[in-house]
């Protein structure tokens, strides 16, 4: 996805794409700005997001943009006919780009859930990052997602379920044992990356503190893979001995994390001596970076209601019977 779309918090309405894809664009180049001025000197078109829509339709591929010049692709002349002859049809073919480009990059496929009531897949409005609003907000204009009461859940138009089953499908196809070791061995390469960038994060910390000590921060996790956290460091310059226990977590769509029960019950008995560190992998190279730390997590997150808890699983032990 284009990093330009991002800034945008609206692409307005279907009847703004009619007027930009179906009519304004030609396969004849045509300036922005001519484009821009006719819509600020028409009523109906006043509040057109010109800009917006543009890049949209350059990042799927409908129009091209060469400076400050757009004109059509033959893939937009397909759905420019659609338009013209029937607005359903162009509207089905636009969403199914869209959707197709756009949705499980907004979203990822696991948090797509089937109400039983509703009969409806739904997601949840706080899983998707604040970067995607704009996408989020055209899928809400077009009635490809709808909130239900409370204003947390978005549900799936009934009319695309069977493209979002088949999307989903295609993004769960059975791994072979030697993609599914490639996968794991990723993740244990994201895990460690972001333990080597708290270590030395925190070296760096201790650096500008003037202590000697920052020599002794260590990657725990390396010797002791049940200690509860990775990395042992030290608070400040009246610390007599490794009293920051850092549990390091790294994400890439958006904040959250796995705990397990031995880290939590070790950060419970540490308490303040306990840290997370959540790491944005994305952010990691940028020299001025700084991580998610919270103190005390146990209370801050656990006991927090700015934080969603869900039981991916519990384990079932069968009672041994008496003799």
């Known amino acids: 996805m284009l990093e330009e779309l991002k800034r945008f918090n609206s692409y307005g309405r279907l009847n703004d794409f009619i007027l930009i894809l179906g009519e304004l664009i030609t396969d004849k180049p045509k300036k922005i700005g001519n484009i821009t001025k006719y819509c600020l000197g ?99 204009n077009f009635n490809f997602l709808k909130y239900g009461n409370g204003y947390i859940n978005l549900f799936i138009d009934n009319q695309y379920q069977n493209l979002i089953e088949s999307l989903i499908k295609e993004s769960r196809k059975l791994l072979s044992y030697e993609e599914f070791l490639k996968i794991q061995k990723q993740k244990e390469l994201a895990g460690i990356e972001a333990e080597e960038f708290v270590l030395n994060y925190e070296r760096n910390r201790l650096k500008e503190l003037k202590l000697k000590s920052f020599s002794k921060v260590k990657r725990i996790s390396e010797t002791d893979v049940n200690a509860g956290y990775d990395i042992l460091s030290f608070e400040n310059e009246k610390s007599r001995g490794y009293d920051r226990l850092i549990e390091v977590k790294s994400f890439s769509r958006g904040v959250n994390f796995y705990w397990t029960k031995n880290e939590i019950e070790t950060a419970k008995q540490n308490k303040s001596n306990y840290y997370l560190y959540l790491i944005d992998r994305s952010k990691m190279e940028d020299g001025n970076y700084n991580p998610l730390i919270i103190k005390n997590p146990y209370d801050k997150v656990i006991n927090n209601k700015e934080w969603i808890q869900e039981a991916q699983s519990w384990r079932f032990s069968l009672k041994e019977k008496k003799c």
């Open 42 to 140: 028409t009523q109906e078109y006043y509040n057109t997001p010109v800009t917006a829509i543009i890049w949209l339709l350059s990042d799927i591929k409908l129009i091209t943009i060469e400076k400050d010049e757009v004109k059509i692709t033959p893939e937009g002349v397909k759905i420019q006919k659609l338009f013209n002859v029937n607005k359903q049809l162009g509207f089905d073919s636009l969403m199914e780009i869209l959707i197709k480009n756009y949705f499980f990059k907004m979203i990822d496929p696991d948090a797509v859930k089937f109400d039983l009531h509703e009969e409806k897949y739904y997601i949840s409005n706080n899983d998707i990052e604040c970067k995607f609003s704009g996408i989020r907000n055209l899928l809400i």
